[in-house]
């Protein structure tokens, strides 16, 4: 650590904030507190440790004092223009045949009733009191996803899936007397299933269509290279998500975070951020315990190998559904779907079409759309120039897909899925499947 580039950054923090400028002054003020943080995880001798935490608190200080002065400023500029004559008119005297102005209306912040809707919490801010900053500026950034405004139209078939799930978490938010007791809603739910079947989609679709607040995880979010900072990443997101529930907390790929434990190849670090895990997901219960959908913290999770599931964490996931692949009805939808905005030709038969991609994935069929829809460029821009290609009008290029198009695509694009592996699926979920 280069103790001579921190106080340099230090310093240009301080002289821009004197000066005025108030945005460099805050990017060098961030930059040296992030510095000084990492230099104290480096260092060994605890006196000299404690006098860097020390100055690390001052820049805080100094840090919380400019953007109170920069919120303060903003103000100006946002709030409307206060009538500075108005306490005048507390001195004159008062004629009751004239009608008192209306005084301005208060908006307060209250405590959240019962008819509050999801939009009007949208704005609340989580407070990082005793956490890293970082840590929380993180998964604000990085995870926290409001409204992903993916619908249940927008996924073909899975029709089962799509009522457990409605069940799980849509219907606890619109009956709330109902799901109570031993009808609490369930408090997390295990997606298995190939690779490209949707299960990414249908996560984002629960958390559209009961408008909670949506946490995307994997395994990069919640993983660091310093000691103990896993942990607290996995404690400090359920306690963000308990504060902006309903919350939806996706965790893709979870059979990377959370494998079987007591394997010779664990390391220590990943079976505490294991333990952890299951801690909150425990404790996650704001629903369970008082029996209040609104605080409800629910957790999905995918995974292509649910064989590597720690035991632990599949008893915490009480539904356990598997996500198919799309049937013949289902092939249909799916090309309809990824065909709505390209213009086909006469002589395209769907229904052919689905019988023969039987075995292919949801993201298999996108491909297989993507690439067919781009056949009549290619035969339009064969031998010719990049000038002749970049003269070409948008009409020349928005020619109509043709049943040719699809069966050469058939011919180039192959399932991604094989029968041995549907098979591992299916004894699996014969095991242990919860639906």
Same mark, same amino acid.
């Given at each position: 650590?280069?103790? &001579?580039?921190?106080?340099?950054? $230090?310093?240009?923090?301080?002289?821009?904030?004197?000066?005025?400028?108030?945005?460099?002054?805050?990017?060098?003020?961030?930059?040296?507190?992030?510095?000084?943080?990492?230099?104290c995880q480096s260092l060994r001798d605890p006196a000299l440790k404690v006098k860097w935490q020390?100055?690390?608190?001052?820049?805080?200080?100094?840090?919380?004092?400019?953007?109170?002065?920069?919120?303060?400023?903003?103000?100006?500029?946002?709030?409307?223009?206060?009538?500075?004559?108005?306490?005048?008119?507390?001195?004159?005297?008062?004629?009751?045949?004239?009608?008192?102005?209306?005084?301005?209306?208060?908006?307060?912040?209250?405590?959240?009733? &019962?008819?509050?809707?999801?939009?009007?919490?949208?704005?609340?801010?989580?407070?990082?009191?005793?956490?890293?900053?970082?840590?929380?500026?993180?998964?604000?950034?990085?995870?926290?996803?409001?409204?992903?405004?993916?619908?249940?139209?927008?996924?073909?078939?899975?029709?089962? *899936?799509?009522?457990?799930?409605?069940?799980?978490?849509?219907?606890?938010?619109?009956?709330?007397?109902?799901?109570?007791?031993?009808?609490?809603?369930?408090?997390?739910?295990?997606?298995?299933?190939?690779?490209?079947?949707?299960?990414?989609?249908?996560?984002?679709?629960?958390?559209?269509?009961?408008?909670?607040?949506?946490?995307?995880?994997?395994?990069?979010?919640?993983?660091?290279?310093?000691?103990?900072?896993?942990?607290?990443?996995?404690?400090?997101?359920?306690?963000? *998500?308990?504060?902006? &529930?309903?919350?939806?907390?996706?965790?893709?790929?979870?059979?990377?975070?959370?494998?079987?434990?007591?394997?010779?190849?664990?390391?220590?670090?990943?079976?505490?951020?294991?333990?952890?895990?299951?801690?909150?997901?425990?404790?996650?219960?704001?629903?369970?315990?008082?029996?209040?959908?609104?605080?409800?913290?629910?957790?999905?999770?995918?995974?292509?190998?649910?064989?590597?599931?720690?035991?632990?964490?599949?008893?915490?996931?009480?539904?356990?559904?598997?996500?198919?692949?799309?049937? *013949?009805?289902?092939?249909?939808?799916?090309?309809?779907?990824?065909?709505?905005?390209?213009?086909?030709?006469?002589?395209?038969?769907?229904?052919?079409?689905?019988?023969?991609?039987?075995?292919?994935?949801? $993201?298999?069929?996108?491909?297989?759309?993507?690439?067919?829809?781009?056949?009549?460029m290619r035969r339009r821009i064969q031998g010719l120039s990049p000038e002749e290609i970049r $003269?070409?009008?948008?009409?020349?290029?928005?020619?109509?897909?043709?049943?040719?198009?699809?069966?050469?695509?058939?011919?180039?694009?192959?399932?991604?899925?094989?029968? *041995?592996?549907?098979?591992?699926?299916? &004894?699996?979920?014969?095991?242990?499947?919860?639906?």
């Open positions: 650590m280069n103790l &001579a580039e921190i106080c340099d950054n $230090a310093k240009k923090g301080r002289e821009y904030a004197l000066l005025g400028n108030y945005d460099s002054s805050i990017v060098y003020y961030q930059g040296v507190i992030q510095q000084i943080h990492k230099h020390q100055v690390r608190q001052e820049l805080t200080e100094e840090y919380e004092q400019v953007k109170g002065i920069m919120g303060t400023l903003e103000s100006f500029k946002s709030e409307k223009p206060i009538d500075i004559l108005a306490p005048q008119s507390e001195e004159r005297p008062e004629d009751p045949a004239v009608w008192p102005p209306p005084t301005p209306a208060e908006h307060r912040c209250g405590k959240k009733g &019962a008819g509050d809707t999801p939009g009007d919490v949208e704005h609340k801010k989580f407070d990082g009191t005793g956490h890293d900053s970082d840590l929380v500026d993180s998964l604000e950034r990085d995870i926290v996803s409001r409204n992903p405004n993916v619908h249940w139209d927008d996924i073909a078939d899975l029709e089962d *899936a799509k009522k457990l799930l409605r069940e799980a978490v849509v219907l606890p938010m619109w009956m709330p007397d109902f799901f109570k007791g031993i009808r609490r809603p369930w408090k997390g739910v295990l997606m298995v299933g190939p690779p490209g079947t949707g299960k990414t989609m249908l996560a984002k679709a629960v958390a559209t269509e009961c408008g909670t607040t949506f946490f995307n995880v994997s395994s990069s979010t919640l993983t660091s290279k310093y000691r103990g900072e896993s942990e607290k990443l996995v404690r400090l997101l359920f306690e963000m *998500a308990r504060f902006y &529930a309903p919350t939806t907390i996706f965790i893709d790929e979870i059979d990377s975070i959370c494998g079987r434990r007591g394997t010779s190849d664990e390391h220590e670090a990943s079976r505490r951020v294991k333990s952890e895990l299951l801690v909150q997901m425990d404790g996650v219960g704001g629903a369970m315990d008082n029996d209040d959908p609104s605080k409800m913290v629910m957790v999905l999770a995918a995974t292509n190998f649910p064989w590597d599931i720690d035991e632990a964490l599949r008893r915490r996931l009480e539904k356990r559904i598997y996500i198919a692949l799309p049937t *013949a009805v289902g092939r249909v939808e799916l090309l309809k779907i990824n065909l709505r905005e390209v213009e086909l030709a006469g002589d395209v038969n769907l229904d052919l079409i689905a019988d023969k991609i039987e075995g292919y994935s949801g $993201a298999d069929i996108t491909n297989v759309c993507r690439d067919a829809s781009m056949m009549a $003269a070409l009008s948008k009409d020349e290029l928005q020619m109509p897909v043709t049943m040719e198009d699809f069966t050469l695509t058939l011919k180039k694009i192959s399932k991604s899925v094989s029968a *041995a592996d549907l098979e591992k699926y299916e &004894a699996w979920m014969a095991e242990f499947g919860s639906v």
